[in-house]
């Protein structure tokens, strides 16, 4: 697996290395790069408009939620985190579910798995604005529009592509013995699958959610697009009209925008590993 | 086996039913579309044959946005080649901290487009931002801009937000391929003689090859399809006048916006679809282009 530490195996001989000093500064520079803006944005979160003028640097004067409560009421997060969460929740598991069985599939086809296969994977090439259009006339033309199913049914599609893709990877690897010993006993494609492929794909199944939900998590092309009414807004969509409303409140909008990506941090920082193991396994298949 | 055949055609079912009808079906019936007058709403008008296509073609806005996304995919080019390949260089060995370092690089791809455009646009901001403080604090004061209001420097910015969110995935695909770097390879060619450079140089570059195709094969996916980050730090039009509108944003623009200002006249959906068409073609090259040409390099370097 690549990414995982154990999996280097210890004669620790090493290189000359220039790692030592320099190398050291130079990864040091790297994070704060990467740190610096998001201390900039926490701190905000929690200051005054006053304070963002006259202190740019130095932390708030005060460390009360008042910028929070407010953001979360004018932004009216609640509906947002609560459609948010359920559109989530169920285009992942549709496109969840759907690919477990198409990539099953195609990992046991003899002909026309590398046609398929393709096909799929051709959907992380194609430019997302073309699809999204095209996919909103026919969504007008089906009258979905002001119902959360455009949205549900998009990301569960754009899903697809990675899901199919790492699960196939996957099953393609699970020994035929297996399955062919439970067809002696008499077990058919169904009972194959649900009862000795799929327990065995618990990980990949898991890396698959993980990935697809925090990527519709953090979208805001598609809800822009279809969801045309405050009731349909998502997180990352209240967030960006709560800005246009309140260009020069800054506090409010980095409070929003903290509140937005605490469920997504708290995440990545439970399951580093597995998460940059997966993004990196299904970029590399990709 | 005859059973298990036809199982496997419902297993596929669902997830072909969902594919085809909502993303091939359209993308397929954009192709048509693109060629009547259409303003998106009410009936479609009079049959234009490539008129759209022509058009964009002479839209001097859609085609500096072309040219921007050229930009973005240079920059982005040269950034991860240097620095993102540099990075996980220093990234490839064990030690304390190596796990932190990387998590913490690898923290711009988890946030979401609307957090990074958020934070780029207000640090980069002339009266509440914190990078003219700083150029003026380390003594460079003369070095403080507008940034984002000056069309000179604006796209730059939008470039470098860009950068520091791909970054994060160009570093970890780098680092996981040195790690498949047989490190036998490498330790013959010290005992070789081969000096660090040497060694990077002769081993362990043309042993990432894969990792070179995937990361640039990705940038240009990033680069042509880029929307979001854009869309948040300088809005519908590419502010300011233009200067930072890249394709989708114009597209998007094109088929939704009812004020398109910077953009051509003709607001229309077919006419975007057309534009979408175009951009399609181009990703379709290069995407492809770019993984044969890897590939070859792949085989021979075998």
């Known amino acids: 697996m690549p990414g995982d530490p154990t999996a280097r195996v210890p004669p620790r001989r090493r290189l000359p290395a220039p790692r030592s000093l320099p190398g050291q500064a130079l990864l040091v520079l790297a994070c704060a790069v990467v740190l610096v803006p998001c201390y900039f944005l926490v701190l905000g979160a929690f200051k005054t408009v006053p304070e963002f003028f006259s202190s740019p640097f130095s932390p708030p004067q005060s460390w009360g939620l008042d910028n929070f409560v407010e953001a979360w009421d004018e932004a009216d997060l609640t509906t947002a985190f609560r459609n948010s969460v359920l559109i989530t929740a169920t285009s992942v598991l549709l496109s969840t579910a759907c690919a477990c069985l198409a990539a099953y599939a195609i990992a046991r086809m003899t002909r026309g798995a590398n046609l398929l296969q393709t096909l799929f994977v051709a959907g992380l090439v194609l430019p997302t604005q073309l699809i999204v259009i095209a996919a909103f006339v026919e969504m007008r033309w089906l009258g979905l529009i002001g119902t959360p199913w455009p949205v549900i049914i998009l990301y569960a599609v754009y899903g697809l592509p990675l899901a199919v893709l790492l699960l196939t ?46 990527w519709t998590w953090n979208d805001f092309f598609v809800p822009l697009v279809f969801a045309n009414h405050e009731s349909l807004q998502t997180v990352p969509l209240a967030i960006l009209n709560f800005y ?38 299904g970029a590399i298949k990709g | 086996m005859i059973r298990q055949k036809s199982a496997f055609a419902w297993f596929l079912a669902p997830a072909l039913f969902l594919y085809l009808g909502f993303l091939i079906l359209p993308m397929v019936a954009s192709l048509p579309l693109s ?13 234009l044959g490539l ?5 964009a073609l002479r839209d001097t806005a859609f085609l500096e946005a072309a040219l921007h ?20 260089h220093l990234l490839d060995r064990r030690y304390a901290l190596r796990d932190v370092y990387r998590a913490i690089i690898f923290l711009p791809y988890v946030l979401s487009t609307i957090a990074i ?44 937000a860009f950068a520091w969110q791909w970054n994060a995935l160009s570093t970890v695909i780098y680092l996981a391929g040195l790690q498949n770097v047989p490190k036998e390879l490498r330790e013959a060619a010290v005992s070789d003689g081969a000096g660090a450079w040497q060694v990077f140089r002769h081993v362990t570059v043309p042993a990432l090859a894969p990792s070179f195709s995937t990361v640039n094969v990705l940038l240009v996916i990033v680069a042509f399809r880029a929307f979001e980050i854009a869309y948040v730090i300088t809005g519908p039009i590419g502010a300011p006048d233009g200067a930072t509108l890249l394709m989708g944003v114009d597209i998007y623009s094109n088929a939704f916006a009812t004020s398109s200002a910077a953009s051509s006249t003709t607001t229309s959906m077919s006419y975007a679809m057309a534009q979408g068409v175009l951009l399609s073609i181009t990703l379709g090259i290069l995407a492809f282009g770019l993984l044969s040409y890897f590939g070859r390099r792949e085989r021979n370097a075998r």
Request: proline share 5%.
């Open chain 1, 169 to 214: 990877g996957f099953f393609r690897t699970l020994p035929p013995q297996l399955l062919e010993a439970a067809a002696i006993d008499g077990a058919g494609a169904w009972r194959q699958f649900a009862l000795i492929a799929l327990p065995l794909a618990r990980v990949p199944i898991f890396t698959v959610i993980l990935l697809n939900s925090v």
């Open chain 1, 244 to 281: 246009g409303e309140n260009t020069t409140n800054y506090g409010l909008v980095f409070a929003g925008v903290t509140m937005s990506a605490i469920p997504v941090l708290a995440v990545y920082i439970l399951m580093t590993r597995q998460f940059i193991g997966g993004v990196v396994a």
């Open chain 2, 35 to 47: 060629l009547f007058d259409w303003s998106g709403a009410g009936p479609i008008r009079d049959f």
């Open chain 2, 51 to 55: 008129d759209n296509f022509a058009a």
């Open chain 2, 69 to 88: 996304n050229v930009w973005l995919f240079v920059a982005l080019f040269l950034f991860t080649n240097t620095v993102s390949l540099g990075l996980a």
């Open chain 2, 117 to 160: 455009g958020f934070i780029w646009q207000l640090m980069l901001s002339p009266s509440i931002g914190i990078l003219n403080p700083m150029l003026e604090a380390v003594g460079l004061g003369s070095l403080t801009q507008v940034w984002l209001g000056d069309p000179q420097f604006a796209l730059w910015c939008v470039i470098a």
